[in-house]
């Protein structure tokens, strides 16, 4: 299994501008690449608290010993009622790194990957919710196609959700093999460099997680928790992601007003959030040394000291 390498790794850790005394929250530990690093800039009376809901990573987390370091297994959605129990108001800045880690790929009995063979599972926490394969056993051949077609912008998603209508009368579909096979067949345009599994295997990751709701129910928690100057640093690895996060950091500037309005510049409703610089990616050298860092996007926004708008 290869080593998990936390994606931009630095740039996102000196984006948050850590706080020696501040208050942080990792909302997607995974191997605590970008939790270790945080810790190493705290002094004795900082603070970080980690989510995630992958088993594994939580209990990876908990050898952690360190009295300024907790984890709790929920969903980042979940972060309000964490730091509720926590007795925690603000933070001084929050790091989301949305996707899946290299060792939940990696894993062939996670069913994330296409390149193994495993259970077609995808979940995150295998503990709860529906597996890929019980979904698709379920689903009718449109919501199939709709969300291979929305989730991962597949073009053929009419017939990869034809084909596997078709296949699961004959026998269960419920291995990633199997899965990437049929997909294969069905697509018979393939995109250099790029398995043709690859955009329904992400589609059905996304959904059977609810990817894209818990980040945009999740970005407005953590913002809004931001004490002023704190700082939100998001990396995303899709483009459906930093969409979400690039409007919600946009919605939380200044407001798109009529130009003729009759109101002075000190009555404009004021930015809640002001991004800073523009969207990093990974460098050249990070690429070669980690190709999964090649689709990573880092945006990152300030708390300004204008009240929370909810």
Avoid at 162 to 178: D, F, H, N, S, Y
Avoid at 191 to 219: M, Y
Avoid at 250 to 276: C, Q, T, W, Y
């Amino acid at each position: 299994m290869a080593e998990h390498r936390a994606v931009l790794l630095s740039e996102a850790v000196d984006a948050l501008a850590v706080r020696p005394e501040g208050t942080y929250l990792d909302a997607t530990f995974g191997r605590g690449g970008h939790s270790r690093a945080i810790l190493a800039l705290l002094g004795p009376q900082g603070r970080l608290v980690a989510l995630d809901r992958d088993p594994a990573a939580v209990e990876s987390g908990a050898q952690i010993a360190d009295p300024r370091f907790s984890i709790e297994q929920v969903r980042f959605s979940q972060l309000d009622e964490v730091l509720r129990a926590l007795g925690i108001a603000q933070l001084d800045g929050a790091l989301f790194d949305l996707g899946v880690s290299s060792p939940q790929i990696d894993d062939a009995l996670r069913g994330f990957s296409f390149r193994m063979d495993g259970p077609l599972d995808m979940r995150m926490d295998p503990t709860r919710g529906e597996s890929a394969a019980e979904w698709l056993a379920r689903a009718s051949e449109s919501d199939i196609r709709e969300v291979i077609r929305d989730y991962g912008e597949e073009r053929f998603a009419k017939q990869i959700a034809a084909a596997i209508v078709a296949a699961r009368a004959a026998e269960p579909l419920g291995r990633t093999r199997q899965l990437a096979h049929l997909v294969g067949e069905a697509v018979r345009t393939r995109e250099a460099g790029q398995d043709p599994a690859t955009r329904t295997f992400q589609a059905l990751r996304i959904f059977v997680n609810r990817e894209l709701e818990e980040v945009s129910l999740s970005l407005p928690l953590a913002a809004a928790r931001l004490a002023t100057g704190g700082r939100l640093a998001v990396i995303s690895f899709h483009s459906l992601e930093d969409r979400i996060v690039k409007r919600f950091i946009r919605a939380s500037g200044v407001p798109d007003l009529p130009r003729d309005l009759p109101l002075r510049a000190s009555e404009l409703p004021k930015a809640l959030l002001e991004p800073v610089g523009r969207a990093i990616k990974a460098s050249p050298a990070e690429v070669r040394a980690n190709p999964r860092a090649r689709s990573a996007t880092l945006r990152v926004a300030e708390r300004t000291e204008a009240p929370w708008r909810n």
